[in-house]
């Protein structure tokens, strides 16, 4: 059996174990022979991993919870946020059992939750300090589980990767691509892999650069156990140092959540998430109006070279950037290119399609913001459409923003802000998102805000949309930033309608 071929399989299972599971409902004999179409329900069961935010003591972490109201769930549930440490293992072994010992009644104890919501449709905050905070195992379930979102937001006052890092909490999966990282001397980037069950699991990490795969050392059957975190320098898999290079993390056995810590001892630095699927056209929504440079890097993984037509959706339309009109990138190979301030002072966002056969392709940029030894960076990763809702937790009143773009056609778009953590109530607005264009949208906020907010973008027409939200916070005069894209949250599934037909046990 073949890679693609157990990959497939492993992520059918993951899908069915992570996203949840829905009770396949008998039809009334009235409508017994009539043929039913699947019904969309909400999900009972997701699972989130946070990576370890920082090694630095002057990082200041925060968290924020949120699951969208959902109709269809019943009044129960729960949602909590727990270290990944040999702790968690102990005493989740200690429930199962129900023997649990003195010891591992201490052990409980250390896994006190680090966010514990109390309702749909509200956030919920927690924070940390120092460079010893662990990654984080995130378990809803019931009311909380469909289209829940953790966001993970780290600020680091001095030092390498100065600034503000940002991410979105990742469902486990078996495959992950990253195109954006880097092995120069002045890049120090992790790849955190995060095992949430109850069995090791088994990865190889692979790298490709301009000439194609690198030779590793020890990228093979790489491990990580139970109920654990484990973060993997690049720069020990090879000593090659490329400015660009792609990430393949495969996994044999299990499943991990996985994300790419980038830091520059220059430029600050950020996480970066996984690339949507290796697909011909590729969506990079949200690229600042304020960027002051921007570097495009590609990835081929199949057999044939990629020739891609480069395009920004601007607020006024799809324009191609002059010299840098097309991008081509081998089979196997990482290409890259310096589109400088191609946003001119307008939000935008890069639209990359085939100028002839479609062949797939992964793809992210570096957005760098400020001047001098002021300058932040920060990654957009290519992403899926919002589909039928996204969320993004963990706004302020002042330094969020969410860009809108759709290529294809013209979008209707209803964003909803949350009450705040600590109060306030819920606001609408709905927006026209014209054909090729971008918009940065101004958001509603909620009235009496007291605390963070999350906000949820539901497509009201078919054309296809893709979101990003930016958070920023300046400090000491450094453009601290963070860009975390927003695909479908998947809180439903598509079951489908079952009927008893007796004539299977006849002969």
């Known amino acids: 059996m073949n890679r693609t071929t157990l990959s497939l399989i492993a992520g059918t299972a993951a899908l069915a174990a992570v996203t949840g599971f829905a009770t396949l409902n008998q039809p009334d004999a009235a409508t017994a022979d009539t043929a039913q179409a699947a019904a969309e329900l909400p999900v009972e069961r997701t699972s989130l991993l946070c990576p370890s935010p920082s090694t630095s003591d002057l990082a200041d972490t925060s968290y924020t919870s949120f699951t969208p109201v959902t109709m269809g769930t019943d009044g129960d549930g729960t949602a909590e946020l727990v270290a990944a440490t040999a702790e968690s293992a102990a005493a989740t072994t200690d429930k199962a059992t129900d023997?649990?010992?003195?010891?591992?009644?201490?052990?409980?104890?250390?896994?006190?939750?680090?966010?514990?919501?109390?309702?749909?449709?509200?956030?919920?905050?927690?924070?940390?300090?120092?460079?010893?905070?662990?990654?984080?195992?995130?378990?809803?379930?019931?009311?909380?589980?469909?289209?829940?979102?953790?966001?993970?937001?780290?600020?680091?006052?001095?030092?390498?990767?100065?600034?503000?890092?940002?991410?979105?909490?990742?469902?486990?999966?078996?495959?992950?691509?990253?195109?954006?990282?880097?092995?120069?001397?002045?890049?120090?980037?992790?790849?955190?892999?995060?095992?949430?069950?109850?069995?090791?699991?088994?990865?190889d990490i692979e790298l490709y650069?301009?000439?194609?795969?690198?030779?590793?050392?020890?990228?093979?059957?790489?491990?990580?156990?139970?109920?654990?975190?484990?973060?993997?320098?690049?720069?020990?898999?090879?000593?090659?140092?490329?400015?660009?290079?792609?990430?393949?993390?495969?996994?044999?056995?299990?499943?991990?959540g996985a994300a790419v810590q980038a830091l520059d001892e220059k430029l600050g630095g950020d996480w970066l998430a996984a690339s949507t699927d290796p697909a011909g056209t590729q969506v990079v929504p949200g690229i600042p109006?304020?960027?002051?440079?921007?570097?495009?890097?590609?990835?081929?993984?199949?057999?044939?070279d990629a020739d891609l037509k480069v395009q920004l959706a601007s607020p006024s339309g799809l324009i191609t950037p002059a010299g840098h009109e097309t991008l081509h990138v081998k089979a196997g190979m990482t290409a890259s290119v310096d589109l400088g301030d191609v946003t001119r002072g307008e939000a935008g966002s890069l639209v990359l399609t085939p100028t002839d056969q479609s062949v797939p392709v992964?793809?992210?940029?570096?957005?760098?913001?400020?001047?001098?030894?002021?300058?932040?960076?920060?990654?957009?990763?290519?992403?899926?459409?919002?589909?039928t809702r996204a969320s993004a937790a963990g706004n302020s009143a002042k330094g969020s923003t969410l860009s809108l773009t759709a290529p294809k056609g013209t979008a209707k778009v209803k964003v909803t802000a949350s009450a705040g953590s600590g109060g306030g109530t819920a606001a609408s607005r709905t927006y026209t998102v014209k054909a090729g264009t971008t918009q940065e949208v101004e958001l509603p906020v909620p009235a009496g805000l007291k605390g963070t907010y999350a906000l949820t973008v539901e497509p009201l027409t078919d054309t296809p949309v893709y979101a990003s939200r930016t958070l920023t916070a300046t400090t000491e005069g450094v453009p601290g930033f963070t860009i975390q894209t927003l695909p479908d949250d998947r809180g439903t599934v598509a079951v489908p309608e079952a009927d008893e037909d007796v004539a299977v046990l006849q002969q």
């Open 362 to 387: 992964v793809a992210a940029v570096r957005v760098l913001r400020g001047k001098g030894d002021r300058q932040e960076s920060a990654f957009i990763t290519a992403t899926a459409p919002v589909g």
């Open 99 to 203: 023997k649990a010992s003195d010891k591992a009644s201490d052990k409980k104890k250390a896994t006190k939750p680090v966010v514990t919501p109390k309702a749909p449709g509200t956030p919920a905050v927690g924070e940390t300090s120092g460079g010893e905070t662990p990654a984080l195992l995130g378990t809803a379930e019931g009311k909380f589980a469909p289209g829940w979102t953790v966001q993970q937001t780290t600020e680091v006052t001095a030092g390498s990767g100065r600034g503000l890092q940002g991410v979105t909490c990742t469902a486990p999966d078996t495959e992950f691509w990253f195109p954006g990282v880097s092995t120069v001397a002045d890049r120090t980037d992790y790849v955190h892999l995060t095992n949430p069950d109850d069995s090791a699991a088994v990865a």
């Open 289 to 304: 109006k304020d960027a002051t440079a921007v570097r495009l890097i590609a990835y081929a993984p199949g057999d044939a």
């Open 209 to 256: 650069g301009k000439d194609g795969a690198l030779q590793t050392t020890v990228g093979e059957g790489i491990t990580i156990p139970a109920h654990s975190s484990e973060p993997i320098l690049l720069s020990t898999l090879t000593g090659e140092k490329q400015e660009d290079l792609t990430v393949h993390v495969n996994v044999r056995s299990g499943r991990v």
